[in-house]
């Protein structure tokens, strides 16, 4: 029996001073059973700070997801999974934290703030 699930972890962010900022981190729980018990195998597969995902900046809020997902398809290279398995586990993260369009990595160069009212 090997099932995987994603699971999520909130932190304050390293060096918060106001403990207002949050980390958001995504982990795969691969389950499995040795001798008769149930194991864990835990792999992190990314980071993004919340902030990241309410601001009203889109552009920054693409690229900041396009960083994590970058980080994410990485992990998830590595681990080699079924095509099935990986569209699961990508369908259940961007849930969460959605995939930017290809254009995401442009705003570093531009630097043109564009918001959502």
Known sequence: MRSMTVRWERRIAA??????????????????????????????LGT??????NTKARDMKAFHQGLFWTKVDKKLD????????????????????PRPDEQWSIWAVTCVPRFDL
């Open 78 to 97: 590595h681990l080699k999974l079924s095509s099935g398995k990986r569209d699961k586990i990508e369908a259940e993260i961007s849930e969460r934290v």
């Open 15 to 44: 060096g918060s001073l106001n403990r207002k900022n949050y980390m958001l981190n995504v982990v795969l729980v691969e389950k499995y059973q040795e001798n008769g018990k149930i194991k864990e195998k835990l792999d992190h």
């Open 48 to 53: 993004i700070e919340e902030r990241f995902l």
